[in-house]
T-cell receptor, first 113, second 110 residues
Framework: GAGVSQTPSNKVTEKGKYVELRCDPI?????LYWYRQSLGQGPEFLIY????????DSGLPNDRFFAVRPEGSVSTLKIQRTERGDSAVYLC???????????FGSGTRLTVV | GENVEQHPSTLSVQEGDSAVIKCTYS??????FPWYKQELGKRPQLIID?????GEKKDQRIAVTLNKTAKHFSLHITETQPEDSAVYFC?????????FGAGTTVTVRA
């Protein structure tokens, strides 16, 4: 596609529920990144995919968070047993190669009530 | 890991004046330094970037300088306009990972 697409744009869920956030990167971009942005803060790294594999998941806060990219294109960020502290904007970015040319999606605003 | 510090956190300037935002980074292996502009509820948009083999880069009213020895880089916006009002983030990249500063909220007063 023309840009990085993220769905849904907004998600409200109850504490304890499971959510999935989707990212559709720019066609041909092999690198995909997930970031989390809390109010008034800069985006924080969660996970990086190169192709289908998670090359670096060191930013995932705990084992309730998991992400997949089974065919090397679309990625899904999965959060189990959501907590109010998970409320944030989840941003996805993709790039043609490592180290530059990052394009961000518009993000998914997750609110856990 | 990389630690990026950004100052000031807020900046208010009169239209037409200049705005300067400064960042420092900790990892000497970082070699790419992009700046992003983020308007309320929107995605971060790349406005300018600089690589470690360059000391300065300019694009119309925006310029970025990099001092690798001191590990700091700065964004300069000249002749500010109301549409420059936004949150600006600096970032440093080592290999593939973008590490962001905390952001500067710039307000241009008409």
């Amino acid at each position: 596609g023309a840009g990085v697409s993220q769905t849904p744009s907004n998600k409200v869920t109850e504490k304890g529920k499971y959510v999935e956030l989707r990212c559709d990167p720019i066609s041909g971009h092999t690198a995909l990144y997930w970031y989390r942005q809390s109010l008034g803060q800069g985006p924080e790294f969660l996970i990086y995919f190169q192709g289908t594999g998670a090359a670096d998941d060191s930013g995932l806060p705990n084992d309730r968070f998991f992400a997949v990219r089974p065919e090397g294109s679309v990625s899904t960020l999965k959060i189990q047993r959501t907590e109010r502290g998970d409320s944030a904007v989840y941003l996805c970015a993709s790039s043609l190669r490592d180290g530059g040319g990052y394009t961000f999606g518009s993000g998914t605003r997750l609110t856990v009530v | 890991g990389e630690n990026v510090e950004q100052h000031p956190s807020t900046l208010s300037v009169q239209e037409g004046d200049s705005a300067v935002i400064k960042c420092t980074y900790s990892d000497s292996a970082s070699n790419y330094f992009p700046w992003y502009k983020q308007e309320l509820g929107k995605r971060p948009q790349l406005i300018i970037d600089i690589r470690s083999n360059v000391g300065e880069k300019k694009d119309q009213r925006i310029a970025v300088t990099l001092n690798k020895t001191a590990k700091h880089f700065s964004l300069h916006i000249t002749e500010t306009q109301p549409e420059d009002s936004a949150v600006y983030f600096c970032a440093a990249v080592n290999d593939y990972k973008l590490s962001f500063g905390a952001g500067t909220t710039v307000t241009v007063r008409a």
